[in-house]
């Protein structure tokens, strides 16, 4: 089971930073990504790490803006900075037991209810 949270409302420019949280066996061997989903766009990718801790791989719409990292076995960080309104939407963590960190969103196979992002020029 995965929750996120952190969401919520901010300025254009500012930093935000989201959770995702495993909850029973942590996150320690799985890989976990970010998705969002706009009302106007499909569900994309924004971000993966692998558990082997390899570089991570971004979407080329937030590479330089966004970080991911683990402070511990259970949580993953999504840090957003110098947010921009097309960054707005809802928010999903994913995981999935393969080391590769791929964008593929059928690749996951676990997901949260997801975490609402709202920008505001």
């Not at 495993?22 to 569900?43: H, I």
């Not at 692998?50 to 970080?67: D, E, H, L, M, Q």
Request: aromatic share 10%.
């Amino acid at each position: 089971q995965l929750a996120e949270s952190g969401g919520g409302l901010v300025k254009a420019g500012d930093s935000l930073t989201l959770s995702c949280t495993g909850n029973g066996r942590g996150l320690t061997s799985y890989t976990v990504a970010w998705f969002r989903q706009s009302p106007e766009k499909e569900r994309e990718f924004v971000a993966a790490e692998s558990w082997r801790s390899t570089a991570p791989n971004y979407a080329a719409s937030v590479k330089g803006r966004f970080s991911i990292s683990r402070p511990n076995s259970q949580t993953q960080y999504l840090q957003m900075n110098n947010v921009a309104p097309e960054d707005a939407g809802q928010y999903y963590c994913a995981a999935r037991t393969s080391e590769v960190p791929t964008s593929l969103l059928h690749e996951y196979t676990y997901w949260g209810q997801g975490t609402q992002v709202t920008v505001s020029s």
